[in-house]
């Protein structure tokens, strides 16, 4: 007897990421903060300047930023500029 055919699709083959990993390894000095962040802040902090220098001074204190301002702040839009954001942080302590 014929098997009849089957109800499962198989599944696409796996996607190439768009852009290759990258990796940068760094001393880290006093007062730096390190961000990690998808593109949807990591873009307009490449690409408008004054964003960047109002999150710079904003978080150059010794002490980190509340979480309510950390978010405020990360969630700061800037025109031309929608895609969601995630971002961590991590301050010396």
């Known amino acids: 007897l014929p098997a009849p055919p ?7 083959p796996p996607v190439p990421p768009r852009a290759p990993f990258r990796f940068r390894a760094s001393l880290a000095r006093p007062g730096d903060v390190l961000l990690m962040c998808t593109d949807g802040l990591a873009d307009p902090l490449r690409g408008e300047p004054e ?43």
């Open 6 to 12: 089957s109800p499962y699709v198989p599944e696409p």
């Open 51 to 93: 964003l960047a220098a109002r999150l710079a001074g904003r978080w150059s204190d010794a002490a980190a930023p509340g979480l309510a301002a950390f978010l405020a702040d990360a969630q700061t839009r800037v025109k031309g500029y929608a895609d969601d954001r995630t971002a961590a942080a991590v301050w010396e302590a």
